[in-house]
C-alpha cells in the first residue's frame, strides 16, 4: 500500500487560510469517508485534528476543517496562527482486501 | 484523563527481539481498540498494527513491512497492550506510538513514544 500524496510544504501569514491536500486512490480515499489528519509538532506526538473525513475532536479550534472529492480528501486552517506551524499527516483506512491504514507524506505547514 | 505510557524501547541488534509494552489510564482499556504506529527518524508515520477490542474477537491486524515479523497482544485486567518485535532489522528503527482507536482510522490519543534502535 502505497503513502498519500500530500504537498511537502504550504505556507501562509497570520489570518490567512490555507488548505492542504492528500491524494489516494479508488481503493483507500475515495472509496471511504475515514480520512483523518493529525498535527505533529517537533518532539512531539501526533494530535488527531479531524476524523471521519469533517469530524472534529472536542478541543479542537472549530478553524480546522476537513473535506473530500473523489480520491482526494482536504485540511482546511482558516484564521493560520503562529501555533498552527507543525507537521501535518492524513491517514486513510485502505482495507478492500486487506485490512490496512496508510499514512499521507506529510506537510509542513510554515506561518511567515 | 487518558494516558497512554509506552516502554521497552532501546538499542536491540539486527535479527534480535524486544517487546514494547503500552500502560493505559484514564478509560475503560478493554473496550477500545488499540494501535501501534511508528515513526523512523526524520520521516513521516507509518501504521505497523492494530488489535481490537475483545468484544471484536480481540484479532490483529498488521502492516506488511512487518507481517510474520510482530505480534500485538493485549492484557486487559492490567490495561497494556504490547508489541512483541522479533528479527528485527535496521529499517525499523522509529519511535514507536500506542495509539487507542475509538473508530476505524481514527487515532485520539497516542503516548509519548518509545525509540527503538536497531544497529550493530
Not at chain 1, 9 to 20: A, E, L, R
Not at chain 1, 103 to 110: I, N
Request: aromatic letters at 12%; hydrophobic letters at 30%.
Amino acid at each position: 500500500q502505497s503513502a498519500l500524496t500530500q504537498p511537502a510544504s504550504v505556507s501562509g501569514s497570520p489570518g490567512q487560510s490555507i488548505t492542504i491536500s492528500c491524494t489516494g486512490t479508488s481503493s483507500d480515499v475515495g472509496s471511504y469517508n475515514l480520512v483523518s489528519w493529525y498535527q505533529q509538532h517537533p518532539g512531539k506526538a501526533p494530535k488527531l485534528m479531524i476524523y471521519e473525513g469533517s469530524k472534529r475532536p472536542s478541543g479542537v479550534s472549530n478553524r480546522f476543517s476537513g473535506s473530500k472529492s473523489g480520491n482526494t480528501a482536504s485540511l482546511t486552517i482558516s484564521g493560520l496562527q503562529a501555533e498552527d506551524e507543525a507537521d501535518y499527516y492524513c491517514c486513510s483506512y485502505a482495507g478492500s482486501s486487506t485490512f490496512s491504514y496508510v499514512f499521507g507524506t506529510g506537510t509542513k505547514v510554515t506561518v511567515l | 484523563e487518558v494516558q497512554l505510557v509506552e516502554s521497552g524501547g532501546g538499542l536491540v541488534q539486527p535479527g534480535r527481539s524486544l517487546r514494547l509494552s503500552c500502560t493505559a489510564s484514564g478509560f475503560t482499556f478493554g473496550d477500545y481498540a488499540m494501535s501501534w504506529v511508528r515513526q523512523a527518524p526524520g520521516k513521516g508515520l507509518e501504521w505497523v498494527g492494530f488489535i481490537r477490542s475483545k468484544a471484536y474477537g480481540g484479532t490483529t491486524e498488521y502492516a506488511a513491512s512487518v507481517k510474520g515479523r510482530f505480534t500485538i497482544s493485549r492484557d486487559d485486567s492490567k490495561s497494556i497492550a504490547y508489541l512483541q518485535m522479533n528479527s528485527l532489522k535496521t529499517e525499523d528503527t522509529a519511535v514507536y506510538y500506542c495509539t487507542r482507536v475509538p473508530t476505524i482510522a481514527t487515532f485520539d490519543y497516542w503516548g509519548q513514544g518509545t525509540l527503538v534502535t536497531v544497529s550493530s
